[in-house]
């Protein structure tokens, strides 16, 4: 497998009764964007919020060019209000491994290895392995090897699991045998991960992280989670792009916006 899958799976609420009922009680009003997305108005309202900008104080920007001004100017902190939650499938670890070391503004739930049974573990080869076919070969021999490694540990702890058998529970003594026997699965293995993540967080990695040409994996899901909100909220994605390389992989590009 080498196409990640990402599904969203989480959107915010916003209860915009709730926002008219506060700006009534200041006897104010706010006059809202036909079309701006729940995402895109969140961002406003909490922009806004700083300044009191409504009513007779608020610009005849648009919520597009109200967002736009926030990013230019680096005032970014009140996208963090908006956020996404998916579920990311067909996955390498090694690609996890890197993901995961993104914590200001995400959140991550991943497939546990301790607990889940690895034996029939399906494993993601990198896409520019199919252009070298003695290599390929090379990687899926040493996928076959490492499966079978981890199948003979498993079955061989759990027929005999020495003298820790007699000091764990069946829970725990299940989590040491997989343990031991996941030692040996390579960083390809495939794995699935729920991730949440702000918009502010987002951005800055498409920025870090979508731009890298040597890791078209990184490339694959950072394009997708970018199709996925800049439908969700096109005004704060809006100097992002999508373009592709000459192996039609694609690379995240950031532009001025207009």
Not at 229 to 241: M, Q, Y
């Amino acid at each position: 497998m080498t196409t990640p899958k990402i599904r969203l799976i989480g959107r915010l609420q916003v209860d915009i009764a709730e926002i008219a009922a506060f700006l009534k009680d200041q006897n104010l009003e706010w006059r809202r964007t036909p079309g701006a997305t729940i995402p895109e108005e969140l961002v406003e309202v909490a922009g806004r919020i700083c300044y009191m900008s409504f009513g007779s104080a608020q610009s005849p920007r648009t919520n597009r060019d109200f967002i736009m001004n926030l990013i230019t100017q680096g005032h970014e902190s009140v996208l963090e209000h908006a956020s996404w939650t998916f579920l990311i499938t067909n996955i390498s670890r090694a690609f996890t491994h890197q993901l995961v070391r993104h914590r200001v503004g995400f959140a991550f739930s991943q497939l546990s290895q301790q607990y889940h049974d690895e034996r029939d573990a399906e494993f993601v080869m990198p896409a520019h392995l199919e252009s070298f076919p003695e290599a390929k070969e090379a990687w899926e021999k040493a996928i076959r090897t490492t499966l079978q490694a981890y199948s003979s540990i498993n079955a061989l702890l759990s027929q005999n699991g020495g003298p820790m058998s007699e000091d764990l529970e069946k829970r725990e003594l299940t989590r040491a045998i997989r343990s031991a026997a996941r030692s040996v699965l390579p960083n390809a293995t495939e794995t699935k991960i729920v991730m949440s993540a702000n918009a502010r967080a987002l951005r800055h990695f498409f920025q870090v992280r979508g731009t890298i040409p040597g890791d078209i994996e990184m490339r694959l899901v950072a394009a997708e989670l970018l199709s996925i909100v800049a439908n969700e909220a096109p005004s704060i994605f809006l100097d992002f792009r999508i373009d592709h390389l000459l192996d039609g992989s694609p690379i995240i590009r950031r532009h001025r916006s207009t």
